[in-house]
């Protein structure tokens, strides 16, 4: 998404399901009320997505207090990740700020590619953002992306691109997959997939 040329003509429509958009800060209110919570636990985002990046190993548990972090990038991508984003009712089942541990250097030098919004979305500049087509949003209660969907739902509709949202209360990471799995098909499975197919519908 951070190469979309002016030149070019804009995309009719991006759609998102469960997203990954930001590297930066893994303490977002539906990173702590959903950690442990399948199918997408913490700790395995966080190093799946480092492994990504990196192609190898890293200090998970350091990534996830931040320490990755220079400090003048956090005053930089406040604005974008704050919490203070996120409504107050996505907070209710708990959430504590949490200071980043002291920077590592060496960390940060191992996953700073993570901060490229071709991974990051979310940091990409506003020019680029304001550029991006309309937009189908699924966010899932019970998952740690969830904030991720939300912040980039705000700073899509900030930047004036339109977006359809449909949020799952009772649902969970990668839910949609469950169709046609009989008894373990999730119940809101089939209505979100009609609600992404009245969204391709009306294009």
């Not at 539906?30 to 990196?54: D, E, W």
């Not at 003048?72 to 700020?97: H, Q, T």
């Not at 901060?115 to 949003?137: G, K, M, W």
């Amino acid at each position: 998404m951070a190469n979309v040329r002016k030149d070019l003509p804009k995309l009719r429509a991006q759609i998102l399901f469960y997203p990954f958009l930001q590297g930066v800060d893994f303490n977002l209110p539906s990173y702590q009320q959903n950690h442990a919570m399948p199918l997408l636990f913490q700790k395995f985002a966080v190093n799946q997505g480092c492994r990504y990046i990196t192609r190898g190993k890293v200090n998970v548990e350091e990534i996830i207090k931040g320490a990755h972090v220079p400090e003048d990038l956090w005053v930089r991508y406040k604005k974008w990740l704050s919490a203070d984003n996120i409504p107050e009712e996505f907070k209710v089942r708990g959430y504590e700020p949490v200071a980043p541990a002291p920077f590592s250097k060496e960390l940060y030098e191992i996953v700073k590619d993570g901060f490229q919004p071709t991974f990051s979305p979310l940091l990409a500049e506003d020019e680029i953002v304001c550029q991006l087509p309309e937009t189908f949003l699924i966010t899932c209660e019970y998952d740690i992306l969830r904030d991720d969907g939300l912040l980039y739902k705000k700073r899509l509709e900030d930047s004036g691109v339109p977006v359809t949202w449909h949020h799952i209360e009772d649902g969970i990471h990668g839910m949609t997959f469950t169709i046609d799995y009989g008894v373990l098909e999730f119940p809101n499975a089939r209505i979100t997939l009609q609600h992404l197919v009245h969204f391709l519908g009306r294009l």
